[in-house]
Structures are given as structure tokens and as C-alpha cells.
């Protein structure tokens, strides 16, 4: 069974602070792991993906993850926040390619 | 290019009536995918499909919902006999290929709403 659990429902950080946000994953295989970020009233837009290649992925907006095996983690960061930034996070896992599996979401809040 | 589109954006219905959302993919992909998001939580598969192969129907949460697809074009989800816990945001997805090295592209979704 294939499942992610994200940390967070909520993160607030200062801008110009790094940008932590959670992400644990159960799967049966090597799984493929992705985020995704939703902005207000726009669509799902892929921030990056890890598909056993280098374990750790840099991805769009300074965004990068690291695909931890041992630790079940595959946790977003950014170095340094910006305003934009603000709006709700999916971690998602995939073990075929043929059912994605979302987390519940974490909302980033960048206080100015 | 034209991104994926989805159709009516918002739709009101009265309980116990049928609705029937639209998904117009990217041209060329052929994955398709239809996700249920309720409000405050993360997406919960429903269906998709690989180009003419039998569609993935494991996450439809009741014989209410279904779903259809001619060749790899476009898309219908049908929810019969609406509920109010049918109330959310359906989202469609795109991509070259079922595998996890293709990018889903997302359309805009259709809120829907159950009254």
C-alpha cells in the first residue's frame, strides 16, 4: 500500500527565512515522489520529482528535495522564502506510474 | 499550447439529480486522470485511463460514479443520483504516458456543488 503523510498542515515563515515542509511516504517499492503546489485559485503546478535517479532534486522557484530511503522522507525546502511562495503544498508518491497518491497538504503562509 | 481544460468551472445541483463534468486533455497525451478533492484535504483518485486500454476504475467511491473516454480525446465523469458528500473540487489531469516519468498537466477543476 502506498500512502504519504505530510508533517504539517501548516507552516508560516518570515520572508527571506528557509522554507521546511514534511513529507513521509509508505511504499511497497521504489517509489517515485513528487510536490506539487497550488496556488489561490490556479491549478496544480509539479515543483519536482524523484525517480530513482539523484537523490536530491532541485526543482522549479529555488525548490528542492531530498529523497531520504532510510528515513521514509522526501521533505521540500527552500533557502530563502519570498512572498510568492505563499499557497498549499502536496507531497504525492507513485509506485507504477499508474495511481498517484497525495498527501493532505501543507499551507504556506510568508509573513512579510 | 492549450493546456487542459475543464467544463462547466462551477455546478450547483440538487440532490438526487445527475451531473456530468468534462475533461478536454492536452493533445497527444494519453493518461488521463480524474481526482476528487474536498475541501481542506489532498486529492483522492478516482480513474484513469491509458490510452485504449480498460480504465483503472479502483478509487470511484460508489457505483454512483463513472466515467468514460473515446480513444484519447475527451473525457465525461458522471455522478448519478448526487449526494451531498459528492460536494468538491474534481480535477483532471493529463499525461504522454501512465508512468511516473511524465508530468501531469492539471486542469482547472470543476467545483460542484451538492445542495
Known amino acids: 500500500a502506498q500512502s504519504v503523510t505530510q508533517l504539517d498542515s501548516h507552516v508560516s515563515v518570515s520572508e527571506g527565512t528557509p522554507v521546511l515542509l514534511r513529507c513521509n511516504y509508505s511504499s511497497s517499492y521504489s517509489p517515485s515522489l513528487f510536490w506539487y503546489v497550488q496556488h489561490p485559485n490556479k491549478g496544480l503546478q509539479l515543483l519536482l520529482k524523484?525517480?530513482?535517479?539523484?537523490?536530491l532534486v532541485k526543482g522549479i522557484n529555488g525548490f528542492e528535495a531530498e529523497f531520504k530511503k532510510s528515513e521514509t522522507s522526501f521533505h521540500l525546502t527552500k533557502p530563502s522564502a519570498h512572498m510568492s511562495d505563499a499557497a498549499e503544498y502536496f507531497c504525492?508518491?507513485?509506485?507504477?506510474?499508474?495511481?498517484?497518491?497525495f498527501g493532505t497538504g501543507t499551507s504556506l503562509t510568508v509573513i512579510p | 499550447g492549450a493546456g487542459v481544460s475543464q467544463s462547466p468551472s462551477n455546478k450547483v445541483t440538487e440532490k438526487g439529480k445527475d451531473v456530468e463534468l468534462r475533461c478536454d486533455p492536452i493533445?497527444?497525451?494519453?493518461?488521463l486522470y480524474w481526482y476528487r478533492q474536498r475541501l481542506g484535504q489532498g486529492l483522492e483518485f478516482l480513474i484513469y485511463?491509458?490510452?485504449?486500454?480498460?480504465?483503472?476504475k479502483s478509487g470511484l467511491p460508489s457505483d454512483r460514479f463513472s466515467a468514460e473516454r473515446t480513444g484519447e480525446s475527451v473525457s465525461t465523469l458522471t455522478i448519478q443520483r448526487t449526494q451531498q458528500e459528492d460536494s468538491a473540487v474534481y480535477l483532471c489531469?493529463?499525461?504522454?504516458?501512465?508512468?511516473?516519468?511524465?508530468?501531469?498537466?492539471f486542469g482547472p477543476g470543476t467545483r460542484l456543488t451538492v445542495t
Open positions: 485511463f491509458q490510452g485504449n486500454s480498460a480504465p483503472d
Open positions: 504525492v508518491v507513485s509506485d507504477s506510474g499508474n495511481q498517484f497518491y
Open positions: 489531469a493529463s499525461s504522454l504516458r501512465s508512468s511516473a516519468h511524465y508530468e501531469q498537466y
Open positions: 524523484y525517480t530513482s535517479a539523484a537523490t
Open positions: 493533445s497527444g497525451h494519453t493518461a
